[in-house]
Structures are given as C-alpha cells and as structure tokens.
C-alpha cells in the first residue's frame, strides 16, 4: 500500500500540502473510505477562512481568524482526556471528532493559513508542536492544541525549559521551523511510538515503511525500519533499508555506523 504515497517522496518539500498528505496517509489505514469528502471539507473550511480574513494582515490578527474559524466555528481542539489513543495522529479521524494531537492540529492551522497566502509554519519543539504565523517581523506563535491560543515569549521561553530540561538561555527565543517533511514524520514518529509502547510491532513496522516512503531521505526512519524487521527475522529487507540509509547519509561515524549494521548482518 506505500505505493499510494510513494509520489509524496518524488515532490519538492515546498509542493507537499500538508493537509492533503496526512489524510492520504490516513486513508491507507481505513480502506474503502471515500476521501472526497474530506477533501471537500478542508476546501470549504479554507473558503471560510478566506471570507473571514477580510484586512488581517499582522500575526496577531491572522490568528485571531484562524482561532475563530478553526475552533470557535468549528470546535477543532486538543484531546485532552485520551491523548495518547492513536486516533489522535489520524487526519481521518481528527476531522470526524475535531480533536488531534499538537501535531495533527497544527498541520490544520498551517495548511489553512498557507491556502489563503498566509505565512505559515509547524514550529520543532520537541513534546508539544506549534504554529508560527503572519509576516516574519509581526508573526505570532499559536496553540492549536489549546484553541489557538497565543503563545506568548515568556510562555515559549518556559516551555522550551521543561521540554529542554533547563537548558534554554535567557534572551529572545527563536524556534526552528520544520520542513513539510519533518512535520510528516512528526506526524508519523507519534503513530509507530504508540504501537511501539503497546507491543504492536507489526503496526509500528508499517508505519515506518509509510515514513521512508513518504519521506525518503529520513535517516532515523529507515535505522528504525531495519530494526523492526530484523527482530520480525526479515533480514534481507533489514540489509535493503540499512543499504538505503548507508545511500543518503553523508555523517563519517554514521556511515561507520551503518556499515558496521550492514557487516553484522553478512553471515546472516
């Protein structure tokens, strides 16, 4: 089934829509189920989005708009009481229930926001993702999980020291955009660290095989694929992900890393 999404990884980071890629990959875990619909969905709620900008032009007014359309019309939140239940990381799902995950939710912000020409993107906090939105000099920080809120400095500043451990200097906080691609594994890494955790090593396995599928040159995403496969006693396809990783990975003590895995596995 990864050949439905194998056109994910033939795109430039810049042409994925972020919406659109994460309910395909959703889609492959409810066969028969129409996706037209939900495409259609997330066309009219851009629509409503585009009718409500009227004049917003700085950060904090365009999400101001994305909080209104997105959760107070719409009811998109974070699932605070089943937060871990996978269902959560499935776009399928989280349109149905308009509930998610940080990463799920923001995937929705950024998606909607870029469709009407906003500047938008998933911020790389680990634990808990973020939305960054409006014109680089007047841009805000939102919080899709918790209705879109405002993230303000010190509130980011705080963050990042319990998510860091304390290892966040004082001064202005400045936070890493993530790719399209980063912001798909992230979607991904949510759904094979859940499977993972309740003994469901053939779920987590797919999932992974979805991931290098989609995003072809994750390095960690093949490593945990041949993981998977070796201990499920799949060793050729653990020596054919190894030899992929070993093919976009230029770090010297990696490729020594690697080839080491791929040595190990010669008598095997």
């Not at 699932?79 to 799902?93: E, F, G, V």
């Not at 926001?113 to 973020?130: E, K, Q």
């Not at 405002?150 to 990042?160: C, R």
Request: proline share 3%; no cysteine; hydrophobic share 45%.
């Amino acid at each position: 089934m990864t050949d439905m999404i194998a056109h994910l990884g033939l795109l430039d980071d810049e042409e994925i829509e972020l919406d659109l890629a994460a309910l395909e990959l959703s889609g492959l875990d409810h066969d028969g189920v129409d996706l037209d619909p939900y495409v259609a969905s997330l066309d009219g709620i851009a629509e409503e989005l585009g009718e409500a900008a009227g004049d917003a032009t700085s950060g904090a007014e365009q999400a101001a708009v994305l909080a209104e359309v997105l959760f107070a019309r719409h009811g998109f939140t974070g699932d605070k009481a089943t937060y871990d239940a996978p269902l959560n990381a499935d776009m399928i799902r989280v349109l149905d229930r308009r509930q998610g995950l940080p990463v799920s939710l923001s995937i929705l912000y950024v998606a909607m926001a870029r469709r009407i020409g906003w500047s938008a993107d998933a911020l790389n906090i680990p634990g808990h993702v973020l939305v960054r939105v409006g014109p680089v000099e007047e841009s805000v920080v939102v919080d899709p999980f918790h209705d879109g809120m405002v993230v303000g400095a010190e509130a980011l500043a705080n963050l990042l020291r319990r998510t860091l451990g304390g290892k966040v200097e004082d001064g202005p906080m400045r936070v890493e955009a993530m790719s399209n691609r980063e912001v798909l594994v992230r979607l991904l890494l949510n759904q094979a660290s859940r499977a993972e955790q309740s003994g469901d090593t053939t779920r987590a396995l797919t999932i992974y095989e979805r991931m290098v599928a989609a995003v072809p040159s994750n390095g960690q995403g093949w490593w945990d694929l041949a993981r998977l496969q070796l201990a499920a006693g799949r060793v050729e396809d653990a020596r054919v992900s190894l030899s992929a990783m070993l093919e976009i990975t230029r770090d010297g003590d990696s490729r020594a890393h690697v080839s080491a895995a791929l040595e190990a596995l010669s008598g095997r």
